[in-house]
């Protein structure tokens, strides 16, 4: 059976859970280390909106009954009227190298492009972070150059890669392997667990 990755909304419980990806360096690997934060910034931000609004957001990644990560997406203005997203995501260190963060990413495309409007959706990642190149492009995104020192980690700055997928580039709408997108939105405003959108690894590849 194929194993299966799922994202729903992030619940009370995830919550300490998550912040051991962000300020443990033996969980957020080499290229996510950026120092100790406010382990309470995601829970006033959780209680004020279940991570969940205009500008963004963050979902759980969940494989079968396990917790392995989460992503996310934040607004970039392209324009005056104009933008696009910015995703992010981060996965336990035991659920690296599985082909789960290409499947995460895939499933969060498709649920942006079907429920809002932007045309494009852009992710950028260290140069020197390899897996993280080959899971955005067999995620369907297209590797657009390079941004010169452009991020300080580890005390110096070291370059990013840009990567893109347009609107007519993705494959839209509910497929056999994932749920309706319209019931989906629908949960996406709660703080519920219900999976938001489910797909096997081997379902067709995005572009």
Known sequence: MDSQVTLRPVIEDDLSW??????????TGLHEWHGWSDPRSRQRRWAESGL????????????GADRIGSVS???VQTGRISYCW???????????GHGY????????VRYLFDHTQVNRIEATTEITNVGEQRALEKAGFTREGVFRGATFRAGRWHDQVIYSVLRDEAELGPGPTQTSATQAGDRMTGHGQEPVVAATRKRPQLG
Not at 101 to 108: D, K, N, P, T, V
Request: contains cysteine.
């Open 101 to 108: 963060g290409c499947a995460a990413q895939q499933l969060l």
């Open 18 to 27: 998550l912040d051991r990806l962000r300020n443990d360096p033996d969980a």
């Open 86 to 96: 910015a995703l992010g995501i981060a996965l336990a260190p035991e659920f690296r």
């Open 52 to 63: 969940l609004g205009d500008s963004g957001g963050e979902l759980m990644v969940i494989h």
């Open 73 to 75: 997406w934040r607004k």
